[in-house]
């Protein structure tokens, strides 16, 4: 099928093979795999005394270009796959996989799984239903999506855009990633589904340099897309000049300001604050375990009113978008703070069973040989009511910050930091000198209680996000409109 | 993968696969190649509450290989180790190859550098432990935690990790070399309450062998304790004070240096300590040195990541700068020669001083005392700094009540200036070995 004439058809004429044929044709057909072999492998879960068990297949693609110093330095090519047994009693889980695609590592790895029960009685599975998903992407592999040659085109056009920028740019790195990614969940419930999943990226990160002082400046985007998302618009050469931007602006930063002031926050990528301080707190595990600050305060207000955040898995194209989660559940758009109230927590089905709901289609895995756990998709704050001008307008003296790098949060104690990488004092109401960049600190469940303005300009972020959890690192999104904070920490050293 | 015998048997098919990644690379046009494949074993659990919470077993796999054409490079790896995948992975890196930009810089470390010993560093210690012997351990860890106090409310579990693996490397200068590794930890972590808020803290033991371990019980304990001497943390108020950094969050201002003299950094022009060889970087009290043979320890290799012999070295001595860290790449790129760092420091330590922990706090008389880090606060390019802490507020040296909720700032290679001691209370858990770190002074940024 000539998949550029299938790429240009409206979404609703769906003449693709669906996602759980094309992943039974990866990852089952080749190594003869049959739907009753999986029955089998789940039978054999269930003769002990299970409550739920699962087989997760994947198969990974990803390629990487790297180029640096004006050359294309670096290309790598990667191949990952494999399955994952799980079997979950109470509160217990057993957990093997292979990388061998073959019903007899599957069989042992279902055996070593299994242990963490008794045995039990012999049940028969029959894997048939498929969960409705919606179609979010399209199912295409992303790494053919261009030639080998137009892609190292196009890294040298974003490292020419970012040097034609300025005579102060030094150094250029740009990378380009493209993964594709098949997988396939059976379930003991009888539950058989599949995705694919395609994701592209492309980062550029450069250093100018005046006098003695060198500063950097980064920039980049992506979407579960073909590489044309990059292209087009010119968005790949927008993010070289994003990159350049940072640099040249941060080469002019003075010292960042130490202490509690007023904080506002840009739209669009600040929003790793509510990922931050709201939404790992959020995860069922650490609420299942009472070993969140947030544990047990549904219901509670724990904004100010007008702040309404969200977990949203089903946004078209995103990075942090599946159209299933990994344990085959339709992704859905979760409230968790309606109008500064508390109103609910990301669960994945075995955190949702023993808290006597339902999962949230935010059970993620990094891979095959890694545990689903609840973890976040994208997520943002909706908008309110105030021009962006206008919450500037607002303060007399304060930061405004509209670019950050990582943050972390201590679930426990609720305190969350998050690190500018551009800033700027707000005086008199006017956005005057750039700051060096500072990392800020709160405490989760207080910071939106702070917030007295909520912009009317959501944004999400450009799509490079990456989350990480007991080790497995996974894509997210993040946003948020313009925030006003009365009060937040920034941890400059301007005292 | 427990004993001996089948891992010499497996040993001599992984080095049969680096042959075969190596000669398909030769096969299929490259001037030249390396690779390397590695495969490990393991047992992940965690007990929590008093019962079992996750049994994991982990096998991982994985193959990898460059080829050259030229001064032109390609690169591929799998986690599958047949036969089809040697070729696949061998094509997709040629491949790859044809599109990549002709490297004056780009090849393997010069043949005659590749180690030509390779000592038995004692790295292999697999841990026979069954899955209930496991399981018995990580309840008596957290059994001693959870019971060390009544605030000890809530766990997060203790987990026991052991692992066991071959890591095999070759090229074609005709270089082979690996032997297998093996690493076993226990940790723990739990929460106390006091009123309505509630702290989190842990603690690890981590070696190549379990009777290198610290008993199951005191790791336990001292999670608790932690956790316990959080109760009641308050934020302070914005100030500049003087800051120690206790042992074992002390790591990472050595792990910022390594990375300020790792060659990409230098060559890219992206190092706060670019062009300070030679120069004085610490005070005249500091020895930094790098022993990347110690027996048994948890960093150690004979040859680095493109098959150099490694060496014991000073990266600084009486304060200065001598040497940086550098695989052949970045060497051709700034001029100089690899330092055998491909992949990394190993076994880095800063000479202890004379004075404890808690003389240490005398010495600082008033001031703060980090226990912990958050953040990537990092700017490497021109090293300022500016983290989420959290820790205890001292006076006259005696510790006076917990803080949280404030970042610490300043700028590394002023940090790096005003070290006035490092303490005599070696943290000697991982990689980088160092007591605390007194600084002269810092920013706080609190209420």
């Known amino acids: 099928m000539p998949s550029e004439a299938v790429c240009s058809l409206p979404s609703q004429i769906e003449i693709m093979p669906d996602f759980i044929d094309i992943a039974r044709g990866v990852l089952l057909e080749p190594a003869g795999l049959h739907e009753s072999d999986l029955e089998r492998v789940l039978d054999q879960l269930l003769s002990y005394r299970i409550d739920m068990a699962d087989i997760y297949f994947q198969a990974g693609r990803i390629e990487s270009w790297v180029l640096e110093d004006g050359i294309i330095k670096e290309g790598a090519y990667n191949i990952e796959q494999g399955a994952g047994v799980r079997a979950i009693s109470g509160e217990k889980t057993g957990f093997a996989y292979t990388d061998e695609l073959q ?129 087009d618009q010119g968005r790949a050469l927008g993010f070289a000049r994003d990159a350049v931007n940072q640099a040249l602006i941060n080469l002019e930063a003075e010292a960042a300001p130490a202490g509690t ?130 919450i500037i307008s607002s303060v007399e003296k304060g930061l405004y910050a509209v670019n950050f790098g990582g943050g972390q949060v201590d679930i426990t104690s609720g305190k969350f930091v998050f690190s500018a990488s551009e800033a700027y004092l707000i005086e008199k109401g006017k956005v005057t000198r750039p700051v060096k960049g500072a990392t800020l600190i709160g405490d989760g469940p207080a910071v939106l209680t702070q917030v007295s303005m909520v912009g009317s300009d959501l944004q999400l972020d450009q799509g490079v996000g990456v989350c990480g959890k007991e080790g497995q690192s996974l894509p997210v999104g993040v946003g948020q409109p313009t925030l006003r904070i009365d009060e937040l920490t920034v941890g400059g050293t301007n005292a | ?108 470390a010069d043949a005659q550098l590749m180690a030509k010993e390779l000592p038995d560093l004692d790295l292999y210690h697999p841990w026979d432990i069954d899955v209930d012997a496991a399981i018995e351990l990580g309840t008596q860890c957290e059994d001693a935690a959870r019971g060390l106090d009544s605030r000890i409310v809530n766990s997060e579990g203790a987990s026991l990790n052991t692992h066991a693996g071959l890591h095999i490397y070759g090229n074609s200068h005709g270089f082979v070399g690996g032997y297998p590794t093996s690493r076993h930890s226990l940790s723990c972590a739990v929460i106390s309450q006091q009123a309505e808020a509630m702290q989190r803290d842990y603690w690890y033991t981590v070696g190549c062998a379990a009777a290198d371990l610290e008993a199951a019980e005191a790791v336990g304990q001292k999670a608790a304790q932690r956790a316990l001497s959080r109760l009641g943390a308050r934020k302070i108020s914005t100030r500049e004070a003087p800051v120690i950094f206790q042992s074992d969050v002390a790591t990472s201002l050595l792990r910022s240096f390594t990375g300020a003299i790792r060659g990409a950094a230098l060559y890219r022009k992206s190092s706060f300590l670019l062009d300070h060889l030679d120069k004085k970087v610490f005070p005249d009290f500091v020895r930094i040195h790098e022993n990347p043979r110690l027996l048994r320890g948890l960093g150690s290799a004979a040859f680095d990541g493109e098959g150099v012999a490694t060496k014991a070295k000073d990266l600084v001595s009486d304060g200065i700068l001598k040497s940086y860290i550098l695989g052949s790449y970045s060497a051709r790129k700034l001029g100089m020669q690899t330092t055998g760092n491909a992949g990394g420091v190993r076994n880095l330590a800063i000479d202890p001083g004379e004075l404890d922990r808690d003389a240490l706090l005398k010495e600082m008389g ?73 600084i002269e002074n810092m920013t706080i940024a609190g209420s």
């Open chain 2, 366 to 438: 008033t001031g703060l005392l980090v226990t912990e880090m958050m953040g990537h606060g990092v700017n490497m390019v021109t090293g300022d700094y500016s983290r989420g802490a959290s820790g205890f507020w001292v006076e006259q040296g005696e510790i006076q009540y917990p803080v949280e909720e404030i970042t610490i700032a300043g700028n590394l290679k002023q940090i790096f200036q005003q070290l006035l001691a490092v303490g005599s209370d070696e943290e000697c858990r991982g990689n980088i070995r160092t007591g605390s770190w007194l």
């Open chain 2, 1 to 108: 993968m427990s004993n001996r015998e089948e891992m010499i048997e497996r040993e001599s098919r992984l080095e049969q696969l680096v042959s075969d990644l190596l000669a398909e690379a030769k096969k299929q046009g490259a001037s030249a190649a390396e690779a390397g494949v590695s495969s490990d074993a393991g047992l992940s659990l965690t007990v929590r509450m008093g019962d079992v919470e996750t049994i994991e077993h982990t096998r991982d796999n994985g193959l990898g290989i460059t080829v050259y054409f030229g001064q032109s490079k390609g690169s591929a790896s799998t986690s599958d180790l047949s036969p089809q995948a040697v070729r696949d992975s061998v094509k997709a890196a040629c491949n790859i190859a044809k599109y990549t930009t002709e490297d004056a810089c780009a090849g393997l």
């Open chain 1, 103 to 231: 019903f007899p590592a599957l069989l042992e790895a279902a055996k070593t799984a299994r242990a963490i029960a008794c045995a039990g009685e012999q049940k028969r599975i029959r894997v048939s239903k498929t969960l409705p998903t919606e179609r979010l992407y399209q199912p295409i592999n992303p790494l053919s999506s261009l030639t080998e040659q137009e892609k190292v085109d196009l890294l040298r056009q974003v490292d020419a855009e970012a040097r034609r920028q300025d005579p102060r740019v030094k150094q250029v790195i740009v990378s380009l990633v493209a993964a594709h990614d098949v997988v396939l969940v059976a379930n003991t419930d009888g539950t058989l589904n599949g995705d694919v999943r395609p994701l592209v990226r492309l980062s550029v990160s450069v250093i100018a340099e005046q006098g003695e002082r060198r500063e950097q400046g980064s920039g980049g985007g992506g979407a579960r897309d073909a590489f044309s998302y990059l292209v």
């Open chain 1, 261 to 390: 002031m007023t904080v506002v926050l840009g739209p669009g990528w600040p929003g790793v604050l509510l990922h931050e301080a709201i939404g790992h707190g959020l995860e069922g595990d650490f609420n299942r375990k009472g070993t969140s600050a947030f544990s047990g305060r549904i219901g509670e207000k724990v904004a100010a009113s007008g702040c309404t955040v969200v977990d949203n898995g089903t946004l078209p194209g995103r990075r942090g978008s599946l159209n299933m989660d990994d344990e085959g559940m339709p992704t859905q758009n979760t409230v968790l703070i309606e109008d500064g109230i508390l109103k609910g927590y990301m669960q994945d089905r075995m955190n949702a069973r023993l808290m006597g709901g339902v999962s949230t289609g935010n059970g993620r895995r990094e891979s095959y040989a890694h545990l689903p756990m609840p973890r976040m998709t994208n997520t943002y704050m909706l908008p309110g009511k105030y021009d962006p001008q206008e």
